[in-house]
């Protein structure tokens, strides 16, 4: 179990290394890798460094061994500093700071960004071979039924009849509205933001409409039958015994499953309004001291040469075109390597992995290398984040002798088994798979970990992954590092102290940043009544404005594969990305989308936090996700790593609070928001096409259902093949362990789904565990936003008023009834992981 020994009082000048020992030294040039004791002898290597490394040439000019032209230096890098010239250090990213993103001579020539190599080493499930499922085609199945009908009709074409409409239809639409795009100030108001009139502000709030409310509460259903649709983010909780049997068990045990919408509901950032004094007490006790997080001079760290890194890292970092650390980067790495522990928060795609990877990676160059050892921890809420990191891990120490073990669900257990019984120097992990080690692969010991790291650690500490977060922390060694990070880091001490960190320091950079300056958000307003429309607009903008490059999120894996029908029927090439798929298929679909074989890639939340994807030019919100949180990852897609890219939401009433509270906090960064006008019209025309085909989607769903079925009968035939043939050796297997039971998964799926949706629970618990008629009323909207029954008529509109009436009395009700804006329920102190119980391990 964890060594014993306390965290020793860390020493400013003092860098300390995964071990002192000073017999070992990094992998190659051992001449050039000074092993570091003290900084001041750092300085020193550096110098040695850079004058083999042909990358810094420009630092050379201005450093070179002389003292007079360090100090000049460092003169220049204070004034210029990450910071900016003009700044106080107030932590924002510099608008000067360039990503370096390509064209470096030095950058490996083969290096195309971020591959899923780990994966297809780590022995990916379900790819087809070896009788596993193999993914349904939609494509094939379009193109089967054309040539049928093609046939049928004595024709032999295969071009999409569809295709040959639009193009008729293509000329006129371009001289419709098209795309008068202006910029307009959505904030009509001060309190509002958006206009009275804007997405529908009356629409489910009419008091007339109570009848029909109570109505609908007898509908009831609104959570439980969603299970289908669910989301899938982490999807580990079935994994284990099940996963191996199933193959992909765990793509339909989702945590995040979209169910509700937080319409009218505190919203996370509302919680974190205005800090309170009690909150900023318990800050100031919690965190280290901010100088701690100073660098000691401006501009010190405006290089990577100058952070003492060794020659090996130096040119990992080279190899992928780093030349010059992010804020987050700079700011992270002296103080990681401190053995400090780090809160950490930066704006999507600034280079955070880096910034963790980095320091861990030079600690390691000093390990002892006589037992290997697993020491470091890094863990993500999703798999395809995992094999990413992994990624970029291995490329960063391309020139160490460090070893990774990637343990993901969905790739095969005993490919990770092997890896982990000769105890690589890192395993990148999603939650569930390493408990599955931890308690079930014999030789895998966690109590040599001395590093933890929780990448998007503000979704890793919300509840639907307490348990399994609360095992794995109580099981590490007390006296480990640990680092958390997300673009949308909480500083909530009670959800921090979830971690278990030990006076950490609290690095936020680009502090007043939500989303990339260079991003572009865009809002197309579906006035009430035109929710229905939602295919049509989005068809429009994929057939017409955004055609290449884009990213569109969906709430429900339901819509999301209805849409890539149509998108097949249509001709727009593209993949899905979501729960319901295996991971062989999950896997498949990025690469796609990332090689360019598909210009459009369909996908749930799934893919909200974390995907790298280089060139994402568009980022397309069917609806608005269920938390502004969830809205900064998810257009975070785009505009990454100093790159341009737009957002565009189609935002209809159920919409209003998150793209309410996205234009809010846009507008106060300064960031570039437009509202796209839409002519409706045409986005009727392309809907009243889908609807000319609901009967096709129909049935191709059905063929899809079969063959399916089909599929399963043939693999059931296999499995059972499998267990006559090789009988002894199955039952001879021991029986993996879980450290929950059923009945506590469902629990924390529950809550998981709970806290991402965020709403039912906080409703009734707003109100002794009842749900008034007003919140219930609030959820029988999302629940008919759900069955897609898009619009009610208030009563003024069925007596044939019309809608604007309704609207005025909302108006004039919303004047006299000032709507307060309560902090929101608290959420009670976390379990302090350091002290909770650990429930036994076998
Ligand atoms: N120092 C650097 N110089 C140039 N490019 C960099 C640097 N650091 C990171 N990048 C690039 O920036 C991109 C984003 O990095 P990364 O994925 O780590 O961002 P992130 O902050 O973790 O984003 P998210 O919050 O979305 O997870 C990557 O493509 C990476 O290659």
């Known amino acids: 179990m964890a060594p014993s020994q306390k965290r020793k009082a860390i020493d400013d000048d003092f860098i300390l290394t995964i071990s002192d020992n000073e017999d070992n030294i990094p992998l190659e040039e051992e001449q050039e890798v000074v092993p570091r004791k003290k900084a001041k002898t750092a300085e020193q290597s550096n110098k040695q460094k850079k004058k083999n490394n042909k990358k810094s040439k420009k630092q050379q000019q201005t450093e070179d061994d002389d003292d007079e032209a360090a100090e000049t230096k460092e003169d220049d890098a204070a004034d210029l500093g990450i910071w900016g010239s003009k700044d106080e250090d107030d932590g924002a990213m510099d608008t000067e700071f360039q990503f370096v993103v390509d064209g470096q001579n030095e950058v490996d020539a083969e290096f195309d960004g971020w591959g899923f190599e780990g994966a297809h080493k780590g022995g990916v499930k379900g790819a087809g071979a070896n009788g596993d499922k193999k993914p349904v085609d939609i494509d094939e199945i379009i193109r089967r039924r054309r040539e049928r009908k093609a046939a049928k009709e004595g024709k032999t074409t295969t071009a999409s009849k569809e295709e040959d409409k639009m193009e008729v239809d293509g000329d006129d639409e371009e001289e419709e509205d098209d795309m008068e795009e202006i910029d307009v100030d959505l904030d009509d108001d001060e309190e509002g933001v958006l206009a009275d009139d804007a997405f529908g502000m009356g629409v489910g709030s009419d008091v007339e409409e109570e009848e029909e409310e109570k109505q609908d509460a007898k ?83 405006s290089s990577f040469q100058e952070m003492s890194l060794s020659r090996p890292i130096l040119r990992g970092l080279t190899s992928v075109g780093f030349t010059k650390p992010t804020p987050i980067q700079a700011k992270t790495i002296p103080i990681s390597l401190m053995g400090k522990d780090v809160v950490g928060g930066a704006v999507t795609g600034s280079g955070k992995t880096a910034a963790f990877v980095v320091p861990i990676l030079e600690r390691l160059l000093y390990r002892p290398k006589k037992v290997p050892t697993t020491r470091v921890v890094i863990l993500t809420p999703t798999r395809e984040l995992a094999i990413q990191c992994h990624a970029v891990a291995v490329k960063l120490a391309s020139h160490t002798d460090i070893k990774f073990c990637l343990a ?40 040599t970990i001395e590093i933890l790291v929780l990448d998007e650690a503000d979704r890793m500490l919300e509840d639907g992954f307490a348990d399994e977060l609360n095992e794995i922390l109580t099981t590490l060694p007390k006296s480990r590092q640990t680092m958390l990070f997300s673009a949308t880091m909480t500083s909530t001490v009670d959800k921090l102290i979830r971690a278990g960190l030990n006076k950490p320091v609290r690095i936020m950079a680009d502090s007043q940043k939500k989303t990339a300056g260079t991003l572009v958000q865009e809002f197309v307003r579906l006035r009430p009544g035109r929710e229905s429309k939602r295919e049509g607009y989005l068809l429009h903008i994929c057939k017409t404005l955004y055609t290449e490059r884009v990213i569109i999120f969906f709430r429900q894996k339901k819509i999301a594969h209805k849409m890539r029908i149509i998108f097949g029927l249509f001709g727009l090439s593209c993949a899905e990305l979501h729960g319901s798929m295996n991971q062989a298929q999950r896997i498949q679909s990025v690469e796609d989308f990332r090689d360019g074989k598909v210009n459009f890639l369909l996908a749930t939340d799934l893919a909200s936090r974390g995907l790298d994807i280089k060139g994402v030019d568009t980022v397309i919100n069917y609806e608005a996700p269920q938390t502004p949180e969830i809205y900064v990852h998810r257009v975070g897609r785009t505009a990454r790593a100093g790159r341009s890219g737009t957002a565009i939401t189609l935002a209809a009433e159920p919409d209003r609070k998150v793209v309410k509270a996205a234009v809010k906090s846009g507008k106060s960064q300064g960031a570039k928001i437009s509202s796209r006008i839409i002519d409706s019209a045409v986005a009727d025309k392309w809907q009243a096409e889908i609807d000319d085909l609901e009967d096709e989607i129909e049935e191709i769903m059905q063929e899809e259902k079969e063959e399916k079925q089909l599929q399963n009968m043939e693999m059931q035939v296999k499995k059972g093949e499998n ?75 069925r007596a044939g008023k019309g809608a604007v009436l309704n609207l005025k009395k909302v108006v004039k009700k919303a004047g006299v009834k000032k709507v307060g804006r309560s902090a929101g329920p608290k959420k009670k102190g976390g379990n302090g992981a350091r002290g909770g119980k650990g429930k036994s391990r076998r």
């Open 408 to 447: 993901v669900g969905g790739l095969s257990l005993k490919v990770q088994e092997a890896e982990l019984r000769l105890r690589p120097d890192v395993v990148i992990a999603t939650p569930g798979r390493f408990i599955d080690h931890m308690r079930n692969s014999a030789s895998f010991a966690v109590d």
């Open 219 to 301: 509908m009831g259903g609104v959570d439980g039958e969603d299970e289908e649709d669910s989301e899938g983010e982490e999807g580990e909780k079935k994994e284990g015994s099940d996963e191996e049997e199933e193959g992909d068990a765990s793509d339909d045990d989702s945590v995040a499953t979209a169910v509700e919408h937080p319409d009218d509901v505190q919203s996370s950032d509302d919680d974190e309004e205005g800090i309170d004094e009690e909150e900023e007490a318990k800050m100031k006790e919690f965190f280290a001291p901010e100088e701690e997080n100073q660098p000691k001079k401006k501009g010190e760290m």
């Open 723 to 797: 267990m006559i043939k090789y009988e002894d050796e199955i039952s001879s297997r021991p029986k993996r362990t879980w450290f929950e039971t059923q009945e506590d998964k469902k629990k924390a799926k529950a809550a998981g789904r709970a806290e991402l949706n965020g709403v039912r629970d906080k409703l009734k618990s707003k109100n002794e565990g009842k749900l008034s008629n007003k919140d219930r009323k609030k959820l029988d909207t999302m629940a008919e936003r759900k069955q897609e029954r898009t619009y009610k008529k208030g009563s003024a509109e």
